[in-house]
Structure formats: structure tokens, C-alpha cells
């Protein structure tokens, strides 16, 4: 099945010469059947006048004879033959048993239905005989006696050949297609220009909605006349400008925001160092303190440490908002990379790393650093035991994925595991994270320009990070 075009273009160019076709049709066909009626009529009325005429002026006695007059004869008949033939007709006269004739026709042409209605009056009818049509005019000749119209028995019939208006007929029709294809083609042509005009600024409103898509939030469009499509171009340019005003707006909300939460951060980093150095301290007399003060200074410092890697977070967050994050890249061997981040945190014992000695990768060290860590530290706080980090290379760059065989991240929390302050579960409302490692996390991967992924295991969770070659 041809499936039907869905362009505005090819539906007003269909839909005009529909209608091109439609209105040429029922013209040429009105027009067709006028003329043919009209030719018809013609021919008709000329051939009852020719028959009525030379019927009329018969001199030779026919009907009831008065005294001393005699019968036609054959010949007398034969001239009144002669008198009503024409090229190419036929003629019939019968007079009770004597038939005269003109012409290639017999009485066994003459249709039943004519015959029997030429004894009331003349009459016509159309018929194919010998595969052509002919006008066959059918009369009987009365005489009036007094106030009396008496039939005499002479009947005429005349053969009219219809091929000359069959001709005229086949011309005129032809003439009609012409003129009908050259009405379809006018359509066409104007449907085309019309359709142009019309969807000019329909492409002009789609260029200009692409180029809002696009940011070019000043976009406008010259209004032009007083129809539909100006009003729509004009409400198009109401609904940019107030966009813009909308977006101006929240751009500039966001950047305060941003620069408030950098602000904060950076300000709440002097007073933290007070605090961490201060913990410190009272970190070492914690065990020398009665056990409800010391609990109560495990807690401080407890808070205190996470409050620092939420503001350490924030600002790393702040700088990817501004733009200001920037790659140190540098060949990097990639299994001494992952043990130094274990390391370093104290994670050796409880993560099994499988990579190649002599794997190497172009990276920026510290951001592959922050990468693993937020993934690792993930598995050991909110998964289960074993944690293992594959590395390898592929054709197309790194490779490292973090597994760990807890419960499992719930199903509906999927695609919200990268989002920002997101914690799945109730449970972990209060934990130690600031919900902001694995948004940092995937911000580092991209800025690398590679992608990370999230999969339930069955046990566990798998986070996949894939770092192209650069």
C-alpha cells in the first residue's frame, strides 16, 4: 500500500489539483452533454422538418379514393423515395403491400418499437445498425376529410447516417481533455507557487524555532501583512522575547547560585582548618575523657570530617559549574595509579585490584584519582564484600570497572545514582557521604570525554567507566 504524503507542500499541492481535476471534469461533462443534447437536437429537427415537408406536399391520392381517383403507383412512390434520400441515407415508403426504396436499407432495419409508433405520429429513435449509428424519423401520412384526420396507410421512413455528428461529438471531447489537462497543469503550477508563499514562512518560523533550540535566544522574525501567518509570526516573536527575558533570568539566578555556593565554599575552608586542627587535638585526648564527653567528641569530629569532604565536594562542584575545570593530561600507568589511591586511603586490604603492570593511559592523574575513590569508597560504604577494580585497555581507550557484592542498589534508583544529593534509601539518609561523589565522579569522566554506567549484579552493583585515547 503507496503510503500518502505527509508534507504540508504535497497536500496543497495534491489538494489543489484535486480540486483542479474535480471542477474540469464536471465542466467538460456538463459542457460534453450541452453540446451533445444540442448537437442531437439539431439533427433531429432538421430531419423531422425534411421528412415533414416532402410528406406534406404529396400530389398523388392516397387513403379512402374518391370516385375517379386511382392508386399510387410504384413509381409515383419511387419519386417520393428520390425526393427524401440524401448522400448516405436510406429511404423506405410502404403503402399497404408496395414498397419503394432509396438506399442500402430494408423494413427489416426498421426497428418494432418505431414502427408500430409511426402509425400515431412522427416519431424518431436511435439505432446501431450494421455498426453504425443512424436517426431513423418514422411518419404516416394522414388525410383529412372535413373536421377528420383519417391514416392512409403510407408510411415513410427515413435513415439519417450519425457518423458526421459522431465525429463532431469525438472532436469536441477531445477538446474537452485538452482543455482539462491544461486546467490540471494551470492548477499544478499555482498550487506549486501557491504552496511556496505560503510555506516561505512556515521554513522561516521552523529556522527560527531550530535557531531558539540552539540558544540564539535573540532570534526574531519581520512580521509581514495582516493574515494568519503575520499574527502567528508576531505571537512567535511575543513567545521568544519573553524566553529570552525567562532564560535571562534564570541564567543569571544560577550563576548567584553558583557563586554563592563557591563563596561559601571557599569561606567555610578557613574556619574548617581551625576546627580540623582543634580535632586533631582533642582527637588524642578523646581516649582520656570520661566516656559521655568522649562520645560527644567522637561525634564533633566525626561531623567535622564530613562537613570538610562536603565542602572539599562543593567546590570541586562549583568548578564544574563555571566552566573553570580544566585536564592535566599525562601518561599514566594505570595499576600503580589505582594502588596509590587505595593507598593512600587506607582501602588496600579490603579491594582486590586486577590490571596490568604495563597498562598506561593518557590521563590527568589527580581527576582518574577522584574517579576511583568516589567509586571504591561507594562499594565499601553502601555495598558488601568483595570489591573488585578491573582495568584493561581496549581498542578504543580504558576501561576500569568497580564491583562490589552487596544488596544492590534498589531498581528505581538507577537512573538517579548520579545525580546530586541523591542517597537510595531511607537508611542512608544520614551516612557519611555528602551525596556528591558519584555526580563528581561522572563529571571527571566526561570532562575526559568518556562515559560511565551503572548495572545490577546478581550479587551486587558494577559501575563501568570507559576513558578514550586522547
Known amino acids: 500500500m503507496i503510503p500518502l504524503p505527509t508534507g504540508l507542500r504535497a497536500r496543497l499541492v495534491i489538494t489543489f489539483t484535486l480540486v483542479a481535476v474535480a471542477a474540469s471534469t464536471l465542466v467538460a461533462t456538463i459542457g460534453f452533454e450541452l453540446a451533445k443534447t444540442a448537437l442531437v437536437t439539431r439533427t433531429e429537427t432538421a430531419s423531422l422538418n425534411l421528412v415533414t415537408r416532402e410528406l406534406s406536399g404529396i400530389t398523388f391520392p392516397v387513403g379512402r379514393l374518391a370516385p375517379g381517383e386511382a392508386p399510387p403507383t410504384t413509381k409515383e412512390l419511387q419519386r417520393l423515395a428520390n425526393a427524401m434520400y440524401g448522400p448516405g441515407r436510406g429511404v423506405l415508403i410502404e403503402y399497404h403491400k408496395l414498397i419503394a426504396s432509396d438506399g442500402p436499407m430494408t423494413m427489416s432495419d426498421v426497428p418494432n418499437e418505431l414502427y408500430g409508433r409511426a402509425k400515431q405520429s412522427v416519431v424518431t429513435q436511435r439505432a446501431i445498425i450494421r455498426n453504425e449509428l443512424w436517426l431513423i424519423v418514422g411518419a404516416e401520412v394522414y388525410r383529412r376529410t372535413g373536421n377528420r384526420a383519417e391514416a392512409t396507410g403510407l408510411r415513410a421512413f427515413v435513415f439519417f447516417p450519425m457518423r458526421d455528428d459522431e465525429q463532431q461529438l469525438s472532436t469536441l471531447r477531445s477538446r474537452f481533455i485538452q482543455g482539462g489537462v491544461a486546467i490540471v497543469l494551470i492548477a499544478l503550477v499555482v498550487a506549486l507557487l501557491s504552496a511556496r508563499q505560503v510555506l516561505l514562512p512556515v521554513r522561516r518560523l521552523s529556522a527560527a524555532a531550530q535557531a531558539l533550540g540552539q540558544g540564539r535566544l535573540d532570534t526574531r522574525l519581520p512580521v509581514h501583512g495582516q493574515d494568519e501567518l503575520a499574527e502567528l509570526t508576531a505571537r512567535f516573536n511575543d513567545a521568544a522575547a519573553a524566553l529570552e527575558l525567562s532564560v535571562s533570568e534564570l541564567r543569571s539566578l544560577e550563576a548567584m547560585s553558583r557563586r554563592f555556593v563557591a563563596d561559601v565554599s571557599h569561606e567555610l575552608r578557613t574556619p574548617l582548618t581551625a576546627m580540623t586542627a582543634v580535632a586533631d587535638m582533642l582527637s588524642e585526648e578523646a581516649n582520656r575523657l570520661p566516656e559521655a564527653p568522649a562520645e560527644a567528641v567522637r561525634l564533633v569530629l566525626r561531623e567535622i570530617a564530613r562537613l570538610r569532604v562536603l565542602v572539599e565536594h562543593l567546590i570541586e562542584v562549583s568548578r564544574f559549574d563555571a566552566g573553570t575545570a580544566t585536564l592535566n593530561m599525562e601518561p599514566v600507568n594505570v595499576a600503580d595509579a589505582i594502588q596509590d589511591c587505595l593507598e593512600v586511603r587506607g582501602w588496600s586490604d579490603d579491594v582486590s585490584v586486577h590490571a596490568s603492570q604495563g597498562l598506561t593511559a593518557n590521563l590527568d592523574p589527580r581527576r582518574f584519582d577522584v574517579i576511583v575513590a568516589n567509586l571504591v569508597g561507594n ?58 561523589g558519584l555526580a563528581i565522579a561522572r563529571a571527571n569522566v566526561h570532562l575526559h570525554g568518556g562515559t560511565i554506567s551503572v548495572r545490577l549484579q546478581s550479587p551486587g552493583t558494577l559501575f563501568t567507566v570507559w576513558l578514550p585515547h586522547s
Open 379 to 436: 562499594a565499601l560504604k553502601h555495598g558488601g564484600p568483595p570489591v573488585v577494580v578491573n582495568a584493561r585497555g581496549t581498542e578504543n581507550g580504558l576501561e576500569v570497572k568497580v564491583r562490589d557484592h552487596g544488596r544492590g542498589i534498589p531498581r528505581d534508583a538507577l537512573p538517579h545514582v548520579f545525580d546530586r544529593f541523591f542517597k537510595a534509601g531511607a537508611g542512608r539518609a544520614r551516612s557519611q557521604g555528602s551525596g556528591l
